[in-house]
């Protein structure tokens, strides 16, 4: 199974790389929001971990096409949320139909950790 990670910088994909491999996934990181809006089929994702912080214009397009494509329990999109992530954001993506929000320290176990119970509440692994 294939993840992307959508940020500017890719220290995070070795990490999570790591830590997914058990689940089942692999990560690619991708620094262009509209190169994966524009070639989404061709890169046919299982999940989509975007970071709000880095492209905060690009998530909403991004994840209405992803939801126009496939359901929350076939595509699972998660938010990387800056501190100050606005509210009216938040329920933005979940009117969207976003999976999950997490913090901006994808490193700490506590991020971890939650990004692996999202991930098991839609995927078997």
Do not use: C
């Not at 689940?23 to 990181?29: D, N, Q, Y």
């Not at 089929?41 to 299982?46: F, G, K, L, R, W």
């Not at 905060?56 to 595509?75: C, G, S, T, V």
Request: cysteine-free.
């Amino acid at each position: 199974m294939k993840m992307i990670l959508v940020a500017a910088r890719g220290e995070s994909a070795i990490s999570l790389g790591y830590h997914l491999k058990p689940l089942g996934f692999t990560v690619e990181h991708y620094k262009d929001p509209l190169q994966v809006i524009e070639n989404l089929d061709a890169i046919d994702p299982q999940a989509i971990l975007y970071h709000a912080g880095d492209f905060p214009r690009h998530w909403k397009p991004l994840l209405k096409l992803a939801r126009e494509k496939k359901p929350r329990e076939e595509l699972i999109f998660l938010l990387i949320a800056p501190k100050d992530f606005p509210q009216e954001d938040g329920w933005k993506a979940a009117h969207l139909g976003v999976n999950g929000i997490l913090g901006e320290d994808l490193a700490s176990r506590q991020a971890l950790y939650q990004l692996e119970e999202i991930v098991r509440r839609y995927r078997s692994v």
